[in-house]
């Protein structure tokens, strides 16, 4: 099974034990200097650990002005290898070969982290930070070039296999190989060739600073989806010119982080940029690696053995679990904790924030599930959501023997619920992991069960973990209670089709979620918000992908209104003093939910060692509830 991924390969002569990258990532975890820190080292140590064949540790930027964030790693100074020698030995001594991603961040760096102008091709205002960056003179790009040779050299001298230089996503180098960044008339702007200058001489830097036998591999965007830009013609172009040059492989990237189509978020179909590495691998003989949206090992398996690609790059799915290749090759694919692709991660680096996972509540700590207690006792868990589910399979790993009962005859709570939406099904591969690992633990269910504090007293658990979720606000306005007024919750829940005009009272996640329900199922839908903005508690890099479908959907948004009434054919709010009517066959309410608290109130009364998880603690997220569900078994001795 899985033959083809885990083949061994060579990459400019370094021995990789399967075909499995891991691809760059910024986790805004290094020192304020760009150093290493333990928890990077600790965060590399468990994807060895995990069996990645190769890990592309980075981007680090190779110059103070190629910065792009706080927490970004640096290969600017010679005082950083020793940091990046303790990471580099600890890696490779598990098994994994080590390259480093050189990027520099071009008109994406921001001068509020850097306190310098950010550099370009060309004077262009970045749409992703608002600044308009220096146009490099040509002493200025020699400089830079000599910049990257100098990190190429210092990543020799840590340790690492190799390096790779990042000419995709629009940072700096394809800012000089796209048109739509680059306006010079000199010789590094203009045709295809002149464009290609930069990186051309950037490789040419480094092979005179390391070693001819040490790899240089690019990552390029074969598509950048922007006005203007470069194509999967000019992409071809560009990696033959680097095979020339002789670089040891090329990485497939697509989309700047600009782009206006979707490139990582759930709209994305697994697996949908494959053709393009197809295409350039089409048109070089060197090594080629497939990426973006692959999480699957079925799917990467199948990638590689129909000559796709001779690898894939995965970056999202190895920071959930870390265990990804290694439970791949054991046949335990369904026990892989999966990504969700919610991007929660890419969110906390635009915010400036070390990176979050939705479904790893471990991700910093490196806490494994093998960590035992001390004695095992009885655990009631309460409630089959995300917290429950997590608290579960937590203390059962812990050796605990664990019930869990809720009143649903199914497991996965609110995650059924939120999966109901389009695009967001994926939710539900995380349900289908709960129930690989119940059956895994042995764990025992007692389902479509309501639970009260006489079925607590006839368990007589030892500790309990009551994860009984939330219910939805019900405002206290004039007519909520006509029969044509419903919850989102229960129109997701119960699947309920809409018709006719809909007003969707609320614009947070939740109201925009069913108002994108119902409009895909007919329905034509208003949205009413109290505050000036939709959809402020929605992770950036999800927000404006479904801001966009709802537009296209017709969907209207009536922003800073107060709903005051709802009658049999509308709503009534008042929007700024000017009284507002918006005809409606059908009424969602959205305005936040209320914790269901009463049961832990009540048993922590009768004495009982309870544990409070989830949205019955406070109503918020996946990630929340899951961190929630963790800590709570995890304190259980």
Not at 249 to 271: K, M
Request: some cysteine; proline content about 5%.
């Amino acid at each position: 099974m899985l033959d083809n991924l885990f083949r061994p390969i060579t990459i400019g002569g370094v021995e990789v034990r399967n075909r499995i990258a891991m691809s760059a990532l910024t986790m805004g975890a290094a020192g304020a200097d760009g150093s290493v820190t333990d928890e990077l080292i600790r965060f590399y140590v468990e994807r060895a650990r995990g069996g990645v064949g190769l890990i592309i540790v980075g981007g680090a930027y190779p110059e103070p002005r190629g910065k792009e964030g706080p927490g970004m790693l640096g290969i600017h100074d010679d005082s950083l290898i020793g940091g990046y020698r303790r990471l580099t030995d600890r890696v490779r001594e598990l098994g994994s070969a080590a390259f480093l991603q050189i990027l520099h961040a071009g008109r994406y760096a921001r001068s509020g982290v850097t306190g310098l102008r950010p550099v370009a091709p060309s004077g262009i205002p970045s749409r992703l930070t608002g600044e308009t960056p220096e146009e490099l003179t040509a002493d200025g790009i020699l400089e830079v070039e000599r910049s990257y040779g100098e990190a190429a050299r210092r990543a020799h001298m840590s340790g690492f296999d190799g390096v790779e230089v990042l000419a995709g996503t629009g940072y700096l180098v394809s800012e000089f190989l796209s048109p739509a960044t680059n306006r010079r008339t000199d010789g590094y702007g203009g045709g295809l060739e002149n464009r290609m200058r930069f990186l051309v001489e950037v490789i040419e830097e480094i092979r005179r600073r390391v070693p001819g036998s040490f790899p240089i591999g690019v990552r390029i965007s074969a598509e950048e989806y922007v006005e203007g830009g470069n194509t999967i013609v000019e992409a071809k172009a560009i990696a033959r010119r680097l095979e020339d040059l002789g670089v040891s492989y090329i990485s497939v990237s697509a989309g700047w982080h600009e782009s206006r189509r979707p490139i990582i978020t759930r709209e994305v179909r697994q697996g949908e940029f494959v053709p393009l590495a197809r295409e350039i691998k089409g048109a070089v003989g060197i090594p080629v690696m497939a990426g973006v949206r692959i999480k699957d090992p079925v799917l990467a398996d199948r990638i590689v053995g129909s000559g796709d690609a001779d690898m894939v790059t995965m970056g999202r799915a190895l920071i959930a679990d870390p265990g990804l290749p290694a439970k791949a090759i054991e046949g335990r694919i369904r026990e892989i904790r999966p990504c969700i692709a919610c991007s929660h991660c890419l969110s906390s680096v635009f915010r400036g924030s070390i990176v979050e996972c939705a479904v790893n509540p471990t991700l910093w700590s490196g806490a494994g599930s093998d960590e035992r207690a001390g004695s095992p006792r009885r655990v009631l868990v309460v409630g089959a959501g995300p917290a429950g589910l997590e608290a579960a399979v937590t203390a059962a790993s812990m050796g605990h023997r664990v019930v869990i009962a809720d009143a649903r005859p199914d497991i996965g709570g609110a995650l059924t619920i939120a999966s109901k939406p389009p695009y967001k099904g994926e939710l539900l591969d995380l349900v289908e992991y709960y129930r690989a690992m119940i059956g895994r633990y042995g764990i025992e269910l007692d389902l479509g069960r309501e639970v009260d504090e006489r079925y607590v007293d006839g368990m007589g658990p030892d500790a309990v973990v009551v994860a009984t979720g939330a219910s939805p606000v019900i405002p206290g306005m004039p007519g909520v209670d006509l029969p044509h007024v419903r919850t989102a919750v229960d129109v997701l829940e119960n699947e309920m089709k809409l018709r006719g005009e809909v007003a969707v009272i609320g614009g947070g996640s939740t109201g925009l979620e069913a108002a994108d329900y119902i409009a895909d199922r007919g329905g034509r839908v208003s949205v009413v918000e109290m505050l000036d903005r939709v959809g402020s508690d929605l992770d950036p890099t999800v927000r404006w992908v479904l801001l966009g479908r709802l537009r296209e959907r017709g969907v209207r948004m009536i922003t800073g209104a107060k709903v005051r009434e709802i009658t049999p054919g509308s709503v009534v709010a008042d929007a700024g003093g000017r009284e507002v009517e918006i005809g409606a066959d059908h009424v969602v309410l959205a305005v936040g939910m209320r914790p269901n608290c009463g049961l832990a109130e009540r048993l922590r009364e009768r004495g009982y060692d309870v544990r409070a998880a989830g949205d019955c603690v406070r109503p918020a997220g996946i990630l929340e509830a899951v961190r929630d569900g963790h800590r709570a078994a995890a304190g259980i001795g």
